[in-house]
């Protein structure tokens, strides 16, 4: 494998020209293909085989008109005067003329005019307030099946809280708000917002009112630009720490831009493109810094011209990187086994941008070394070099740092546990689920518009589930049995207002609006969901009808349930793969089993500490956030696969390292401080490379992408400081010589794939 890559590295440095032109024709044409074709993202959590996504693709097909993207707008006064009087509401009526003028929103009101023409036998019930209202003054029996239209609103759809302050407006697309063409959600809100300029009113758009999220904020390109710092701390060089930052941005062009070029034809979600993107920019600035650095220490320390540097470094380094690529590879693709469509896009989308990320650090960069020639390495570096060799190591620091955990092995072991359990005490307490407006900063109008439609109308108002009763025998449903499931659900506990929300054009599917006493992502309105399925039966016995439960609560503990179920066969899978990876790589038993158990103390690490911040609200401040919320459901499962994948990255850099100093002739304990010496450097900055890299994405204004921004981040962090750098120098120092044992069968049995690059010196030696 090394002597291959060598080979390569030489080829590609002489051939610089043609291997930089290939790459740049084929960012060119992805960019055209993005320019002709544009991106279409989405924001959906579609989990198939669950029950509630089950229902919303049964009311696709019976009633299109209500399966849209639901919008919710909140107009509330800021002056305290009543939003349904005088000018204010002249404006919002005219605001709600504009929303139903703009393209791709349903104007309801026709059907709603013929239906209250049709009198007192009409079963539209138009909104739960207005039952309330109504109740209040004597003037409706719900009893009576004739009687659900209690009085006749100005709008339909709109509800006045009881100060009279907020109106919340609700109304419906005519697709998915995935599905709309860009900007029209945007348009939408403006329109609200010109009806009312001039009045004392906010216009306060509900989290579904999203279309895609900011991918690249300022918090990421501050991330990028630190670990540009990083690099050239660590390299000494612009010159040198330009060139991992131009090969990983050319593979994140690649890889990312071609899941952009295919997103019309292959549906994809926002947080896909994301991952996608955190990942190319995190490990091809690293692998790149890891052949970019041995490329140097090769021209200072052993005089070698630049061409032989490279193709040594593309040989020696660049089998780890191909191998720690691999490793990535498999934990990402083994999400395809859990059988869930967006994790499975998901997974072939982030695994391809790797792949293209290794692809990049072992046949662009080394073509851009070619181009930088003899300058990777100035005369500064070189006479600096020169005086360090004649003073001795230049490895204090890492000598020192290692010598004291060889010598304290059990100590540092045990305390690396000790710690590492402690911060994973709160994942005890993880609760998983979705965004909900709660989830976003304070200064966003997702967050106030869930605060003030909270306080206007109580919580559950912001998460309203959704209810479909279906004759399975495509009879109508007749109307007292309509009444009856209204009343039945009206009884349940926690169940603040219920509401019909329409009927098919058969009267075989009727729809109905449940609004929870408690917020969406409580256990209570989880409680409720599980409840009103648990009542499924008697709703079939009593009124013939199959009732089946959606909206977000009904989501999320569907979402949540089908993602904890697989999470043990995941988990097995991608372990199971990656230990016959390591296997081979580093030709020992203890190693593999070594590296996973470190992995199992930084997942750990990583779910406390994301439970911690984000579910209990702990250290916000020092991240700019002020939102509690559950743990995002795809969060684990994705998080498992992908720092698996990273932290055996780490973990092949610095023990191939330590594995070459043995194979050099250092014993076991030795191999450990002359391995740590070498690799510790380059691994540290590629540590802070990354965490700068993922912790830019924490200050994404989405919740999504703020938590898979900080847990891999924080990952990383534990992963390489406190698993990497103290946890495994200190196992391999109490295993020592033991470490590299191998059965004399097993070793016979398995191909020597020389990623120390041993063989590769030897016969260069010979030649």
């Not at 790149?288 to 090769?298: E, G, S």
């Not at 490895?395 to 590492?420: C, D, E, I």
């Not at 079939?540 to 569907?558: E, K, R, W």
């Amino acid at each position: 494998m090394s002597s291959l890559l060598y080979r390569w590295g030489r080829i590609a440095f002489r051939k610089k020209w043609w291997v930089t032109g290939v790459w740049a024709v084929l960012i060119a044409a992805i960019v055209s293909v993005i320019v002709v074709n544009p991106p279409q993202l989405s924001n959906e959590i579609r989990i198939d085989g669950t029950p509630a996504q089950e229902v919303i693709d049964d009311l696709a097909d019976r009633l299109p008109d209500a399966s849209g993207g639901q919008g919710i707008l909140a107009f509330h006064t800021t002056d305290g005067e009543r939003i349904d009087e005088g000018e204010n509401l002249a404006a919002m009526l005219e605001a709600v003329e504009e929303i139903y003028g703009t393209e791709h929103v349903i104007d309801v009101r026709e059907q709603l005019a013929d239906e209250i023409a049709k009198g007192p036998d009409s079963l539209l019930l138009q909104s739960s307030a207005a039952i309330a209202q109504a109740q209040a003054a004597g003037d409706v029996d719900t009893d009576a099946p004739t009687s659900l239209i209690v009085q006749e609103m100005p709008v339909p759809g709109i509800v006045i809280s009881s100060d009279g302050e907020t109106a919340l407006f609700q109304f419906v697309f005519d697709e998915q708000t995935f599905e709309l063409p860009e900007g029209t959600v945007d348009d939408t809100i403006e329109a609200a917002e010109s009806a009312v300029e001039g009045q004392n009113i906010e216009v306060l758009p509900s989290s579904t009112m999203i279309q895609i999220p900011e991918l690249v904020g300022v918090g990421e390109i501050v991330g990028v630009a630190i670990a540009a710092l990083v690099l050239i701390v660590t390299l000494g060089s612009l010159v040198a720490a330009g060139l991992p930052l131009v090969s990983a941005l050319s593979g994140v062009a690649v890889g990312v831009g071609g899941a952009f070029a295919i997103s019309s034809i292959v549906p994809m979600h926002s947080l896909t493109a994301v991952l996608g993107l955190m990942l190319g920019l995190a490990v091809g600035i690293d692998y790149a810094l890891f052949i970019v650095n041995r490329q140097r220490r090769l021209i200072l320390d052993m005089k070698l011209s630049a061409q032989e540097a490279t193709g040594r470094a593309i040989g020696t380094a660049g089998s780890a990187v191909f191998f720690a690529g691999t490793t990535v590879v498999i934990a990402l693709l083994a999400l395809m086994v859990v059988q869930i469509q967006l994790l499975t896009t998901m997974a072939i989308t982030a695994a391809a941008t790797v792949l293209i990320a290794v692809l990049s650090a072992l046949t662009l960069l080394p073509a851009l070394l070619g181009i930088v020639g003899e300058r990777i390495c100035s005369d500064y570096a070189r006479a600096k070099a020169a005086h360090t060799h004649q003073k001795g190591s230049s490895h204090r620091v890492a000598n020192t740092w290692s010598r004291f955990l060889v010598k304290n092995r059990y100590l540092a072991a045990v305390g690396a546990l000790v710690v590492a359990g402690a911060i994973a005490a709160p994942m005890l307490d993880m609760n998983l689920g979705l965004p909900s407006g709660a989830s976003y900063h304070p200064d966003t109008a997702q967050r106030q518009s869930f605060e003030v439609v909270s306080d206007s109308f109580g919580p559950g108002y912001n998460g309203p589930l959704v209810l479909a009763a279906t004759s399975p025998d495509d009879d109508a449903i007749p109307a007292a049995d309509i009444a009856g499931i209204y009343r039945d659900l009206s009884d349940m506990d926690g169940v603040s207002a219920v509401s019909l929300g329409g009927l098919d054009e058969d009267g075989t599917t009727a729809v109905f609006s449940v609004i929870p006493d408690t917020a969406p992502t409580s256990a209570e309105t989880a409680d409720l969901v599980t409840a009103i399925r648990d009542h499924a039966d008697a709703f079939t016995s009593d009124y013939g009808v199959d009732v089946g439960v959606t909206g977000f609560a009904a989501l999320a503990i569907d979402v949540s349930e089908r993602l904890a179920s697989v999470l043990p066969l995941y988990i097995a899978v991608v372990v199971g793969l990656s230990l016959i990876v390591l296997l081979l790589v580093f030709r020992s038993i203890i190693v593999p089993i070594k590296a996973t158990i470190g992995f199992l103390l930084s997942i750990g690490a990583t779910f406390g500490a994301t439970t911690a911040v984000f579910q209990w609200g702990w250290l916000q401040p020092l991240f700019g956030m002020d939102a509690s919320a559950p743990v995002l459901s795809l969060l684990p499962i994705v998080l498992t696969g992908v720092l698996y994948g990273l932290a055996m990255d780490y973990e092949v850099f610095l023990v191939s390292s330590m594995k070459e100093a043995h194979v050099h002739g250092h014993t076991g304990r030795e191999s450990v401080t002359v391995g740590f010496a070498v690799a510790s450097r380059v691994v540290v900055a590629a540590a802070i490379i990354m965490i700068s890299v993922f912790a830019g994405f924490i200050y994404n204004p989405e919740p999504m992408i703020a938590q898979f921004g900080f847990a891999l981040a924080f990952g990383i962090l534990v992963d390489a400081f406190l698993v990497r750098m103290t946890f495994v120098p200190a196992v391999m120092a109490i295993v020592g010589e033991k470490a590299w044992w191998l059965p004399r069968w097993l070793d016979r049995l398995l191909p020597d794939l020389d990623i120390e690059g041993d063989k590769l010196a030897k016969q260069l030696e010979r030649a």
